[in-house]
């Protein structure tokens, strides 16, 4: 889907809701499932809201967006992490599983939401472009920017959901060594991103969700 054509203020119009939804819900989620778990952290710091406002990080939430769209690029994003106090849930090992697989499912239902969006604009078509074109537009962002961020933290690396999500699953013993690895996390992220590899690595599963999403609405 192109998007060279709209202006600078169009890629806002069209970016700016499917990012601020893809990174609080995603946040919401982690808190939401943790609070079912046993642990109101951020139930109590009011951070079970869809209030973006809440969830808002001035490097993450305003600089990085900012800077890529002017760039030209398409609007990348994160939140303030919801606080999670693994000793409040029923089983921490096990439950911290579940707190970390919330954000990336949350992902794929929006993913799936903004598809049944732009099938609606497709389906409006021509007759009504003034609501169509938005809703395609916006609808192919919502696609993209939720399977990236699903697929992201789907990554085996700590802080990501996908490391606490391997954290939970190995033998006690090897799940201490690799939490003691986190540190590290994010400055291996820093090369896989400096060294280009990180469009290899999620492209082809990006890719295959969102081929998939369009087969299923028939886009």
Known sequence: MPMDELTLVGRIAVWVLPVIFA??????A????????GDNTAKNLGRLTLNPISHMDLIGTVIVPAVLLFLGGFM???AKPVPVNWNNLKNPKRDMVYVAIAGPLANLLMAFAWGGLMKIGFMLGSSNEFVSM???YMGYAGIFINSVLMMLNLLPLLPLDGGRVLAGLLPNKLSYKFTKLERLGFPILVVI????????????????????????FGI
């Not at 982690?30 to 778990?37: D, I, P, V």
């Not at 990006?206 to 998939?212: A, E, K, M, R």
């Open 23 to 28: 990174i609080t819900v995603h946040e919401v």
């Open 30 to 37: 982690h808190g939401w499932m943790a609070s079912k778990l």
């Open 76 to 78: 990348f994003g994160w």
């Open 134 to 136: 938005p809703l395609i």
């Open 193 to 216: 991103i400096a060294m280009g590899w990180l469009s290899k690595i999620l492209g082809p599963p990006v890719y295959f969700l969102q081929t998939s999403i369009f087969k299923i």
